[in-house]
């Protein structure tokens, strides 16, 4: 397999060149047309909305007729909207997120029915189903050393954490291991909330946990819906000059708050969430084209701190892509046919 670079900016272009069929690939992409569905779990927020903006781009860059079933927390409708993919005659299912219990035998029928299946963060434990994920437990990893860096093996955090998603459970994984490896490092509270307002459910749970625990001086949440809750908390409660946040996760809005005069939130570990939209369908398009893919599909994280954004005066994801080749580009899933990359 040839890696070739994929810039979102040339999406567009070869979206255009493409619809009809790409000269040179592999049936049926030479012809277009190909359907393809993308399910989800979760559509709200930044990553999600992001992640979406990257997967329509490269859908479009490929030719592929992209059917989108938005998430909305709910595990039952999830189902159904496999089985209606599966009903539509799809040539492969993208599953973003969900609950492996409710959806293992419906993605197996979806394999039983000759439909290529990716798994995008949830583990359908099915060794016909590529799992594509952003190297997780390296993730928590890089902000919870930076943290180490900057407070040392001894302070007193606040964490956010839903189990059952298998992103924030690999990152837990990592956190896990830290607080083990440092026991002068204590979790005093926990919270967590996975919602389609998960910022503002967070911040009144973090406002209530921050009173009981004046204690605390770190605050751990690796998804940046959770942080901007955090934030928010520390900011309505006068106390962002005392607490400091490391997250998983960036997005435009992200980079704002985290660059702000006064910010408490000094780090994020990321990967840029269109690409990995975009690496999704790529995945998708390899497996429909019968080629080999990898099982585990990984979009590498790369360490964003508070200090180098505003060194480097970036506030955009675009920026962002510019300074840091990770973001504009990720090397998973690729093929030379595949335009756009
Ligand atoms: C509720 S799971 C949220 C996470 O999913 C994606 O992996 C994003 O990175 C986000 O942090």
């Not at 070739?4 to 790409?22: E, R, S």
């Not at 599909?297 to 892509?321: C, F, G, W, Y």
Request: proline share 6%.
């Amino acid at each position: 397999m040839k890696i070739v670079p994929i810039t979102l900016a040339n999406l567009a272009f070869a979206a255009t060149a493409c619809a009809a069929g790409i000269a040179g690939a592999p049936p049926p992409f030479d012809k277009g047309g190909v359907k393809i569905a993308l399910v989800r779990y979760l559509s709200a927020g930044d990553f999600f909305q992001a992640y979406e903006a990257g997967a329509q781009a490269q859908s479009r860059a490929l030719g592929i007729d992209l059917r989108l079933f938005p998430g909305r927390q709910n595990a039952s409708e999830e189902r159904s909207q496999i089985e209606q993919a599966i009903n539509l005659g799809v040539s492969a299912i993208v599953i973003d997120h969900g609950l492996p219990e409710s959806l293992k035998d419906v993605a197996q029928k979806a394999l039983d029915a000759g439909i290529k299946v990716i798994a995008f963060d949830v583990d359908l434990n099915n060794p016909q189903i590529p799992q594509v994920e952003q190297d997780d437990r390296n993730l928590s990893r890089l902000a919870l050393q930076q943290a180490i860096k900057e407070n040392g093996t001894a302070f007193k955090a606040g964490y956010a954490y839903v189990a059952g998603f298998a992103p924030l459970d690999r990152r837990d994984e990592t956190w896990r291991e830290v607080k083990a490896a440092n026991p002068g490092i204590v979790e005093r509270v926990r919270i967590g909330v996975v919602n389609d307002t998960t910022a503002l459910s967070t911040a009144d749970q973090a406002k209530a946990a921050l009173r009981a625990h004046p204690e605390i001086t770190v605050f751990f949440a690796f998804w940046d819906e959770a942080a901007r809750g955090v934030k928010l908390a520390l900011d309505e409660l006068g106390l962002a000059d005392k607490i400091k946040i490391y997250s998983g996760d960036v997005s435009t809005a992200d980079l704002a708050e985290i660059t702000e005069p006064g910010s408490p939130w000094v780090a994020t570990a990321a990967t840029n969430p269109a690409v990995v939209g975009a690496v999704s369908i790529r995945a998708a398009a390899i497996a429909v084209a019968g080629q080999a893919l990898p099982h585990d599909i990984v979009v590498a994280p790369t360490l964003l701190t508070q200090a180098e954004l505003r060194k480097d005066n970036i506030h955009t994801m675009a920026q962002l892509s510019a300074k840091i080749p990770a973001f504009g580009h990720s090397p998973a899933a690729t093929a030379s046919w595949i335009p756009g990359q």
